[in-house]
């Protein structure tokens, strides 16, 4: 790609940087130039750093407005660093476009990731543009602070625990799904609120700071709760007790779904909530409420932790049933 | 994709992370198991914070050995905090990994990670697996440290500094041309080294550390010679004065170019030599020289910085000539 050329071209790298990222860069970037960020930690944190990438036809649709997947490209790393305690402070973007996109989408693309460093009071510090012949890649690296010793990790959960998640499960899942064109008959302003659950997640992350006050362990939901679950289990050597009544969902997810095997293996296996999962020791149950009430969150007590190690559902009668764990892959 | 399944076929996302990349993984990295690594920055130094994608086709050829691909992968990035004065820490990975990708490429990836993590002394603290439909792609984002405050930029030259340059110019433009097949009666063991240039840059990594106690500024030579002293001058505010006939080159590649026109186009405009050009007091000469004898470095004064702001090449015999400055555009 040439430099200079007339104005309806598409610039070249260092004028389409110029344009559509210096705005959006923090002092850390030096003004975008230097192929390097340079941060000064403060004293007394420690950094948590996350690295997602997500790919066009894959974890966002070619069809998805351009604002919403930059919000989804951060959130999803915010939703990393809310589980580990920590507060956002800035990331690193690397764009792999394809050869279709046209300028206008970056700049959107641009717009969206401006309003949510300015919602969520981070900074761009740097980062690369390349072309790609096949669709587009996106990877974030996000980079918060916690005090020092005080992240949480997956590890930390005991017997006795009482499992807690923040938000509705399942209506992302359900949003992919009908923004794929099934569910036809649905109401407009719940086909919106559905596809807006899966295109923009809403991580806690106001929230997610107080989490090394009360959570001995978390992770957010984005493989589904089953195979979160899981993970945490595994990393803590403990197994769960999961009160399936208790599991939160919104109206809007009760509405659309209509049998008990679609609902619940969207809420067992779907992705993409971006809630966190945590435990938290019996005590410290009107902390969470308390703190969760100031940060305007919805949290939910939905089982416990236990000394086998395995998991088990029960349903609304307390009896335990059968189900397949099935996370969704994202690979 | 699925999980379990039979030993042959390619393993899922967890079994994949857990086979190429946990062996890699640092104390910063959790295991790989907590979506986000951990860091206790050291007091009294900055971070320094570099992101590079590289794609199929476009940075390295399908037909580069996976080894190879992985060191440049690294080494483009530790280019980046060589010429910032940093020391590498760790790194954060994202693989984009094409559906024609087999299993034992990856395997041979991660093991040219393995081997560079030795010999640079980082860790991998995390990131991210992910399946997309085109070429694949790599995102790394590598972490270094250096003494707060002492972090070399490109804006720091001043009129008067001499201008320097790490190693040789050029044989990483031939080798890729090499590699793609020009140059066909080219001899064995010069392809071999110019082809080696192009897939595997060589950073001066330990010399980079050294840079904040003599280097006014500094970048890698990445885009081309010319352009990134463009970089260089427009950032410090100063013009240049190249003097031709003092720009490395090794002997491979002047054996192998033969016309003028064509070796000068390579040293002005071939970019991916990831040497450092950075400029320093007069004064500093010989702490230069010394610093660079004892990290086993080749560096050469290629010039000066002046008030004047632009750049003038000078020939063999220190006429000024015309040069078209056209950088390799990684876009």
Redesign the interface.
């Known amino acids: ?2 430099r200079g050329g007339d104005a309806d071209a598409m610039p ?2 260092f004028s ?1 940087i110029e344009r559509l990222f210096e705005p959006l860069a923090g002092p850390e970037g ?1 003004g975008l ?9 403060r ?1 007394g ?11 066009e ?3 966002y649709l070619s069809s998805d407005p351009p604002d919403t997947v930059a919000k989804k490209l951060l959130r999803v790393n915010l939703s ?2 809310a ?2 305690g ?1 507060t956002p402070r800035g990331y ?3 764009c ?1 476009w ?1 050869a279709e996109t046209p300028l206008d989408w970056m700049q959107a693309f641009a717009d969206g990731l401006e309003e949510d460093q300015s919602k969520f009071d981070l900074s761009l ?11 587009t ?1 996106f ?1 974030l ?1 996000a ?1 918060g602070e ?1 005090p ?1 010793g005080r ?1 949480v ?3 930390g959960a005991a017997p006795g625990d009482d499992l807690w998640v923040t938000g509705t499960i399942g209506d992302a899942a359900l949003g992919l799904l009908v923004a794929q064109g099934e569910y036809a008959g649905t109401e407009p302003e719940d086909r919106d609120y559905l596809i807006s659950r899966y295109r923009i997640p809403q991580p806690p992350v106001a929230f997610g700071k107080q989490l090394s006050g009360f959570a001995s362990a978390a ?2 939901v ?1 493989d589904g709760l089953l195979a979160d679950l899981d ?1 945490l289990c595994a ?1 803590s050597q403990v197994g769960a007790r999961l009160d399936r009544s208790a599991i939160p969902l919104s109206p809007v997810f009760k509405k659309c779904t209509t049998s008990t095997e679609e609902r619940w293996g969207l809420v067992y296996g779907g992705g993409d909530d971006y809630q966190i999962l945590f435990a938290a020791p019996r005590e410290k149950q009107e902390r969470v409420v308390d703190l969760a009430r100031a940060a305007n969150v919805q949290v939910s007590c939905i089982g416990c932790l236990t000394e086998a190690q395995d998991v088990v559902v029960l349903d609304e009668a307390g009896q335990s049933i059968d189900v397949a764990p099935a996370g969704f ?3």
């Not at 130039?33 to 930690?41: Q, S």
């Not at 510090?125 to 390349?130: A, E, L, S, V, Y």
């Open positions: 790609m040439g070249d790298e389409l030096l130039k230097d192929d390097a960020a340079v941060f000064t930690p004293v944190y420690d950094l948590v750093l996350s690295k997602d990438a997500i790919a036809g894959r974890h990393d660093l589980a580990k920590a690193l973007l690397s792999a394809s510090w740097g980062g690369d543009t390349i072309r790609v012949s096949g669709p890649v990877s690296t980079i916690v020092s992240a990790t997956r590890s992770l957010d984005s993970h990393a892959s994202h690979f």
